[in-house]
């Protein structure tokens, strides 16, 4: 969607335990070398040899905080605000163990059919998903006018299960429980992506969704 994320997950697929472990303590790093003190995000890029090159550092907490916050039961925004009240960080990397299989889903009033166009108006229907392991960030109600003046994010949806193919199979059922009218919206194209054999078995990377769109 005009190069921004769509969907997010935690773990990676791609990322193996060593990986990762080289991935944080270059975070850790940066962080310490220029003095950063609360919550952020270092981005990196990784290629199919699992080199990887850092982008930037993104110094606030970031629109897919909450499938970390799902996978490791820590509240980010919490710890943010405590941490600038003043306290200290009460947790240690240690402390820090994954749980599970986080994915999020961005939900924007975007036409994806139209090369994914805002889609600004009032909603005139509104059903959001619910049950075990199923998140939804939004600030929209029925009736609710979205403007056209704003980023045209209005909503995250969120799963947690215990294995990657069980939190697909729950994105796919919360995304045919939510409802949306009035305006596009990006949930059919997500239906889509997570019917799609490629994206099922991690076979991923920042070219997808041009080849998704035209296979040929």
């Known amino acids: 969607m005009r190069y921004q994320k769509l969907i997010e997950e935690s773990p990676s697929p791609f990322v193996d335990e060593d990986l990762r472990n080289k991935l944080g303590q270059t975070?850790?790093?940066?962080?310490?070398?220029?003095?950063?003190?609360?919550?952020?995000?270092?981005e990196f890029l990784v290629d199919k040899d699992k080199n990887f090159y850092f982008m930037e550092v993104n110094a606030r907490v970031q629109?897919?905080?909450?499938?970390?916050?799902?996978?490791t039961g820590i509240d980010i925004v919490q710890q943010q605000i405590l941490i600038a009240q003043g306290e200290k960080l009460a947790l240690a990397q240690d402390d820090i163990h994954l749980n599970g299989w986080s994915m999020e889903c961005r939900i924007n009033a975007?036409?994806?059919?139209?090369?994914?166009?805002?889609?600004?108006g009032e909603i005139t229907h509104l059903i959001l998903p619910a049950g075990p392991g199923v998140r939804v960030d939004t600030h929209i109600f029925n009736p609710y006018v979205i403007s056209p003046f704003y980023d045209s994010l209005i909503g995250k949806l969120i799963v947690w299960a215990k294995d990657r193919d069980m939190a697909i199979k729950r994105m796919q059922r919360a995304l045919a429980e939510f409802q949306i009218e009035g305006i596009k919206s990006t949930i059919p194209?997500?239906?889509?992506?997570?019917?799609?054999?490629?994206?099922?078995?991690?076979?991923?990377?920042?070219?997808?969704?041009?080849k998704w769109a035209d296979p040929g």
Do not use: C, K, W
């Open 110 to 120: 975007a036409d994806p059919a139209d090369n994914f166009m805002p889609s600004p």
């Open 27 to 42: 975070a850790i790093q940066v962080a310490r070398l220029v003095g950063y003190t609360n919550a952020g995000t270092m």
């Open 189 to 210: 194209f997500h239906q889509q992506v997570f019917q799609d054999a490629d994206f099922i078995h991690g076979d991923i990377d920042t070219h997808f969704l041009a």
């Open 63 to 71: 629109v897919e905080h909450p499938v970390t916050e799902l996978v």
